[in-house]
T-cell receptor, first 118, second 115 residues
Framework: AQKITQTQPGMFVQEKEAVTLDCTYD???????LFWYKQPSSGEMIFLIY??????QNATEGRYSLNFQKARKSANLVISASQLGDSAMYFC???????????????FGKGTKLSVIP | DTGVSQNPRHKITKRGQNVTFRCDPI?????LYWYRQTLGQGPEFLTY????????KSRLLSDRFSAERPKGSFSTLEIQRTEQGDSAMYLC?????????????FGQGTRLTVV
């Protein structure tokens, strides 16, 4: 079974509008972290936002917010006021806890290609 | 802040040749990771170092793949006897050892094409 599922291969959004990118995850751990990364055509993975499994508040970072619904195992990324520079691939990733020591690797989804239309 | 640096950015090699990629992490980061990303997929974890110790290598794709991090600074990833299926982007990332909430910082990757 996929640990991270991103069901939207591609999304279009009008400039200045908000967009939601979906992510669902699968883990049996109680402690885990969820990350979103942006990958422009240059190839570098750019960290956007993090949500911990015990965080009660949804994470926000500037125009990025994470809609965390733990019971549904979803961690959707919301980008407000889209800009042309937001056009890129977006990846959801998870780091699971191991015996309280924390894990090391990130498990990524297949990504969503976001295109912002002027 | 120079970020994570990877060299070369692009590599074209003939099938059967050996290739080596270099990664220079952010200087104070003691954790270093290698990932592989094929077309249309997210990055896939390969291996992980904490300082100079390689703590996880079971995810390396075959015994043709090996990685080192001498002295706990830069790292190299070597692929021996390359095959066309090895064509991919190889990403390096580094992080501080402060807990699993810590984000990893990625380099721009090395794109390998095996012809």
């Amino acid at each position: 079974a996929q640990k991270i599922t991103q069901t939207q291969p591609g999304m279009f959004v009008q400039e200045k509008e908000a967009v939601t990118l979906d992510c669902t995850y699968d883990t049996s751990d109680q402690s885990y972290g969820l990350f979103w990364y942006k990958q422009p055509s240059s190839g570098e993975m750019i960290f956007l936002i993090y949500q911990g499994s015990y965080d009660e508040q949804n994470a926000t970072e500037g125009r990025y917010s994470l809609n965390f619904q733990k019971a549904r195992k979803s961690a959707n990324l919301v980008i407000s006021a889209s800009q042309l520079g937001d056009s890129a691939m977006y990846f959801c990733a998870m780091r699971e806890g191991i015996s309280g020591a924390g894990s090391y690797q990130l498990t990524f989804g297949k990504g969503t290609k976001l295109s912002v239309i002027p | 802040d120079t970020g994570v640096s990877q060299n070369p950015r692009h590599k074209i090699t003939k099938r059967g040749q050996n290739v080596t990629f270099r990664c220079d992490p952010i200087s104070e980061h003691n954790r270093l990771y290698w990932y592989r990303q094929t077309l249309g997929q997210g990055p896939e974890f390969l291996t992980y170092f904490q300082n100079e110790a390689q703590l996880e290598k079971s995810r390396l794709l075959s015994d043709r793949f090996s990685a080192e991090r001498p002295k706990g600074s830069f790292s190299t990833l070597e692929i021996q006897r390359t095959e066309q299926g090895d064509s991919a982007m190889y990403l390096c990332a580094s992080s501080l050892q402060t807990g699993f909430h810590t984000e990893a910082f990625f380099g721009q990757g090395t794109r390998l094409t095996v012809v």
